[in-house]
């Protein structure tokens, strides 16, 4: 479920501007992962992180595993039209196999 | 194309029916999730499936269940569906052989319930 405290829940942004989104936690993940769903679609991956600290870089997406290991963030430098959507931040924590947690998403929205 | 694919992609159905939801994982994945998101909301984690065994349970109903079949292929079942079924159901699948691991979704199924 939505253990993630994922903000902001919404941005409204003018295009070329930068986007900046987190997601925090009290557990400690083994790997952290961005996902990008437009309406009535699937999620689709953008980035995975799986070390602390690790910066990863996909075009105009920009993401960091938290050092911590409680928070990772999501930045888009020069936003395009087509950034408008909802992205969810997931972590897979550290103990139990396999579970996932998931941020409520934050929604982007571009304006010309 | 995330190679998760689930069939059929729009279900619609009246109060009370059975329904059976189907998924393939990417090639090479042992581990299915499945998910439910209804009307504006987050991803909501239904179940998981590793290798044909059932591996961890979220907020999944006693109506809901599902299965791994030996090909690797999943399929959630709703059984006595009521309007608030109606949402979008999402399955997702990795590896699941080390700590470190990656979920990759499928298109999903509208279910619609009337």
């Known amino acids: 479920g939505q253990q993630l405290n994922q903000s902001p829940q919404s941005m409204f942004i003018q295009e070329g501007e930068d986007v900046s989104m987190n997601c925090t936690s009290s557990?400690?993940?083994?790997?952290w992962l961005w996902y990008k769903q437009d309406p009535g679609e699937g999620p689709v991956l953008l980035i995975a992180?799986?070390?602390?600290?690790e910066l990863t870089s996909n075009g105009r997406l920009t993401a960091q595993f938290g050092i911590t290991r409680k928070d990772s963030f999501l930045n888009i430098s020069a936003s395009i039209p087509s950034d408008v959507g909802i992205y969810f931040c997931?972590?897979?924590?550290?103990?139990?196999?396999?579970?996932?947690?998931f941020g409520a998403g934050t929604q982007v929205v571009v304006t010309p | 194309d995330s190679g998760v694919t689930q069939t059929p992609k729009h279900l619609i159905t009246a109060t009370g029916q059975r329904v059976t939801l189907r998924c393939s994982p990417r090639?090479?994945?042992?581990?299915v999730y499945w998910y439910q998101q209804s009307l504006d909301q987050g991803l909501q984690f239904l179940i998981q499936?590793?290798?044909?065994?059932?591996?961890a349970k979220g907020n999944i109903l006693e109506r809901f269940s599902a299965q791994q079949f030996p090909d690797l292929h999943s399929e959630l079942n709703l059984s006595s569906l009521e309007l608030g079924d109606s949402a979008l159901y999402f399955c997702?699948?990795?590896?699941?052989?080390?700590?470190?691991?990656?979920?990759?979704f499928g298109p999903g199924t509208r279910l619609t319930v009337l």
């Open positions: 557990s400690i993940f083994n790997t």
């Open positions: 090639s090479g994945d042992l581990s």
């Open positions: 992180l799986y070390k602390a600290g």
């Open positions: 499936y590793y290798n044909g065994e059932e591996r």
């Open positions: 997702a699948s990795s590896v699941a052989a080390g700590r470190t691991d990656t979920q990759y």
């Open positions: 997931a972590g897979q924590l550290l103990v139990g196999w396999g579970k996932f947690q």
